[in-house]
């Protein structure tokens, strides 16, 4: 069976945490940071710190937090490598824009606006 295409049009599921932790595992120490600007709430993030010892574990339960749509899908839209890419590329969030730009690239998404 071939693989599912991720495409910045097809939402995630948590089958897909995988394939995204895999490309995030570079930014683990700004978990919080990515968590925010992927709209988890503050207190899921709270949770996350007291109940992850170390900063590989707590960006994995961001991402499956993410994944499970635990914040307000309607308003951000649902989990997708677009939505990814920008959490990764903001300032607030993972500020890594190189990556955002080889995520983008991978999975065929627009690139992230460049933030000053």
């Not at 599912?4 to 394939?19: G, M, Q």
């Not at 707590?58 to 937090?65: D, F």
């Not at 993410?66 to 309607?74: E, I, P, S, V």
Request: with cysteine; net charge negative.
């Amino acid at each position: 069976m071939p693989a599912e295409d991720l495409s910045s049009s097809s939402a995630f599921y948590i089958n897909d945490l995988f394939e995204v932790h895999s490309e995030l595992c570079n930014v683990a120490a700004e978990w919080k940071g990515l968590g925010l600007a992927l709209r988890l709430h503050p207190g899921t993030l709270d949770t996350i710190e007291a109940d992850c010892r170390d900063v590989q574990s707590r960006l994995r339960e961001v991402l499956t937090q993410w994944l499970k749509k635990a914040y307000d899908t309607r308003r951000f839209g649902a989990p997708s490598w677009q939505l990814l890419v920008a959490a990764v590329a903001h300032p607030a969030g993972g500020n890594n824009p190189a990556l955002a730009l080889t995520i983008a690239h991978n999975h065929n998404v627009t690139p992230p606006p460049a933030h000053n």
